[in-house]
């Protein structure tokens, strides 16, 4: 089952390879710089908005930077739409 531990696994590797603070890679994602840090806290999204999470970081993962094994990636924005 996909949660928010998930997505936060995603964004932590996507800070990691793009090498940019966690508020940067939130405002990108979300377009709220303190989204992500909410969300570590307990705060939630809904399902729409974590699907276009996860779309937004397949279509923009950086090139050589390894998926997290354990959170299936959308293969392509369409197919995952």
Known sequence: MLNI?????????YGRAAEVE???????VFGDGKKLTA??????ITVGRYNEA???????W?????????VPRPANAE???
């Open 5 to 13: 531990d998930h997505l936060i696994s995603v964004a932590d590797e």
């Open 39 to 44: 969300m570590r806290s307990g705060s939630d």
């Open 54 to 60: 996860l779309i937004w970081f397949s279509t923009n």
């Open 22 to 28: 966690e508020k940067t890679v939130s405002s990108r």
């Open 62 to 70: 950086p090139d050589g930077a390894a998926w997290p094994h354990d």
């Open 79 to 81: 197919s995952a739409a």
